[in-house]
Each structure stands twice: as C-alpha cells, then as structure tokens.
C-alpha cells in the first residue's frame, strides 16, 4: 500500500515539472517573439521607422549593464 503512495507522488512531481517546463518555455516564447511582432505599430506610435524601433531596445544594453546591482 505504501508504495501505491510513493508512486502517485512521484507522478504528481513529475507532472508540475512539466506544467512549470512548460509555463517557461512559454513566457520565453512570449518574451521574444511578441515585441518583433508589435514593432511596427511602435514604430507608427513613436513616428519613426520600424528599423528604429526594433533598435531601440539593444540602445540600452549599454546602460543597463553598466548601471550599478
């Protein structure tokens, strides 16, 4: 009977580190196709090109990596 128990615990462990996999694998999608997709209507809401929206972001990577944790 004890070992019934282990092993429906062990299967539900080994479901939520499927379903949190999953959920990361997601948001890393998400995370870096959804800003490319939305680039040209950034572009139109800031006037300028979409070549300059897109390099927008990469502009504070300087900033970023040198500001202070």
């Not at 939520?16 to 870096?32: H, N, T």
């Not at 997709?37 to 927008?56: N, R, Y």
Request: glycine share 12%.
């Amino acid at each position: 009977m004890a070992s019934n128990d282990v092993s429906t615990a062990g299967g539900l462990a080994s479901w939520a580190g499927v379903g949190s996999l999953s959920l990361g694998i997601f948001a890393f999608i998400i995370a870096e196709f959804l800003p490319a997709s939305l680039l040209p209507e950034i572009a139109d809401g800031l006037h300028v090109s979409t070549g300059a929206a897109g390099q927008a972001p990469s502009q504070s990577l300087p900033a970023a990596s040198c500001s202070p944790r």
